[in-house]
């Protein structure tokens, strides 16, 4: 048997982030991955935040493999014959030390593996952990035990360390995210969405799932566009659509169709997404043992913001952290690894998921879904469509009969926008 | 306008697969025949899971994305068994 100090399960961002500040810490550790090489298994919507990189890897940005930096933000809302988009364009997220990159996996996390391995970490590919064992972990690998004084599990949405240790929640908002990576030439994409040089675009989009709750993204790459739909999975059960039949509806609309236009599907993939967020978060520490990432429900879905990642980074920075000093004291239990748990709650991780609490509950909800998209774009049409000889309608009126073609009570609007106000505040 | 939409194994064919030789999801045909929702069907993203004329689901390893999706909204106990492929094998996500 093979023995290491630390064995972190799962060389995505939470592992890597794991891996490289035990061995930082001057301690063993093997990085178990089970595909061929890091990312292989990974989908996700298209954007990195590697602002917590810098406490990680100083002057990261020279250094990661991202495809364009987002320069340009939109949030589309849609119905089938209308769009309405809040579209931001920061300048300052095109040049260091820059906001968010589009990236493919296969290559971020492949780099990140590196920077561990860099550290001393050691990685071990193509080996499936199958669970936990009196010492460590076992694996599929013939003699393929490891010793381990903590296990720190990164072993994604369906992790089944957590499920072994009982702490794998039937999960309410998890989603299925679809994608089809779409070919097209570069020239092409900097003009369809007025990019330069390595400036990127990122589309969220809600209002494209019909009866689904979920949501939709588009996003730029060097030479290619990622458009996906993001579907929950008791929604899509009782739609009995196939996922890539609402793929080719956003990419129909007449606000997408020409943004896309022409794309060659280069890969087509999915994954799911634990979208629950802090309220579907399992016990993240328990004797011998650390979760992080996806498999600690970490990815933030609340509306304007849809993050995943940067969580994971920064949740397996700190499970290493906390992994390092319980060795070094000599207590790996249960309350020897609690500071993991402190970090988190003083650090962006829980502080974001927990403000953000009712987010993800509410950008799922019926009349988020639903109803909110045709009123405010049947609101935004109303105010510049011109009705001459008519005079132009007060906001007052638009607003009643809006509310009144989607089916909106005020005091609806009132507790929606209550929820949403007192977790952006 | 509207897209002439790819035939299906077109779209898999840009998915590479490493296939091993165990099956790591298998389907217990006795479960689904009495199931009336058969919710995999539709919401497998692969497609993986196909009726058969006596209410059974015929269901192929080889090309899944390992999501976890079909476990997730399957409501008959015991009918998927799913585990992950051995080390290595299974889908490689280039783009993801």
Not at chain 2, 43 to 51: M, Q, R, T, W
Request: with cysteine.
């Amino acid at each position: 048997m093979t023995e290491f100090d630390v064995v972190v399960v799962g060389a995505g961002p939470a592992g890597s982030a794991a891996a490289l500040e035990v061995a930082r810490a001057g301690l063993s550790v093997a990085l178990v991955e089970r595909g061929p090489f890091p990312g292989a298994k990974n989908v996700f919507g298209g954007v990195v935040y590697g602002r917590v990189l810098d406490e990680l890897i100083p002057r990261w940005w020279e250094r990661m493999p991202v495809q364009r930096w987002v320069t340009r933000r939109s949030t589309m809302v849609l119905t089938p014959t209308q769009a309405l988009t809040v579209d931001l364009r920061a300048q300052d997220w095109g040049q260091a030390p820059y906001n968010g990159a589009t990236a493919h996996r296969s290559e971020l996390d492949s780099w990140l593996a590196e920077q561990a391995v860099a550290a001393g970490a050691t990685l071990i590919t193509s080996t499936v952990v199958t669970g936990r064992s009196a010492t460590g972990v076992r694996t599929d690998r013939p003699d393929g035990d490891i010793a381990a004084k903590v296990v720190i599990a990164c072993d994604g949405v369906n992790s089944f360390l957590a499920k072994e240790a009982g702490l794998f929640k039937a999960r309410e908002h998890n989603t299925l995210g679809v994608k089809e990576t779409l070919a097209l030439p570069r020239a092409v994409i900097d003009e369809r969405f007025g990019l330069t040089g390595d400036e990127g675009a990122d589309f969220e989009i809600i209002g494209c799932t019909g009866d689904i709750p979920g949501g939709g993204f588009l996003y730029t790459n060097k030479e290619s566009v990622g458009i996906g739909v993001v579907l929950e999975l008791d929604g899509l059960t009782a739609a009995k659509v196939r996922p890539e039949e609402l793929i080719a509806e956003l990419k129909a609309h007449p606000a997408i169709a020409p943004l896309v236009r022409g794309g060659e599907l280069v890969e087509y993939s999915a994954h799911l997404i634990p979208e629950g967020g802090y309220r579907t978060m399992p016990e993240l520490v328990t004797d011998g043992m650390l979760i992080a990432g996806d498999a600690a429900a970490m990815c933030l879905a609340a509306g304007i913001w849809l993050e995943g990642v940067n969580f994971a980074l920064g949740a397996g920075m700190y499970a290493g952290r906390a992994a390092a000093a319980a060795i070094a004291k000599g207590d790996t239990s249960k309350a020897g690894l609690a500071a993991y748990r402190t970090m988190l709650e003083n650090s962006f991780v829980l502080g974001d998921h927990r403000r953000l609490r009712d987010m993800p509950g509410l950008v799922l909800s019926e009349r988020v879904q639903r109803r909110y998209p045709g009123l405010v774009c049947d609101l935004a049409q109303g105010m510049f469509e011109v009705d001459n000889a008519q005079p132009k309608p007060g906001l007052r009126k638009l607003l009643r009969e809006a509310r009144r073609t989607h089916g909106v009570r005020v005091r609806d609007l009132l507790r929606d926008g209550i929820t949403a106000m007192r977790s952006l505040s | 306008m509207t897209y002439p939409e790819r035939d299906f194994d077109d779209r898999m064919s840009t998915v590479e697969f490493r296939v091993g030789d165990r099956p790591h999801i298998t389907v217990d045909q006795d479960v689904c025949r009495s199931c009336t929702t058969q919710a995999c069907v539709h919401a497998c993203p692969a497609n993986l899971f196909v009726p058969t004329a006596e209410g059974g689901i015929l269901f192929n390893y080889e090309q899944c994305f390992e999501c976890g999706t079909c476990y997730q909204v399957c409501n008959q106990e015991g009918a998927i068994t799913w585990t992950y492929p051995d080390g290595g094998h299974g889908v490689v996500f280039r783009k993801g």
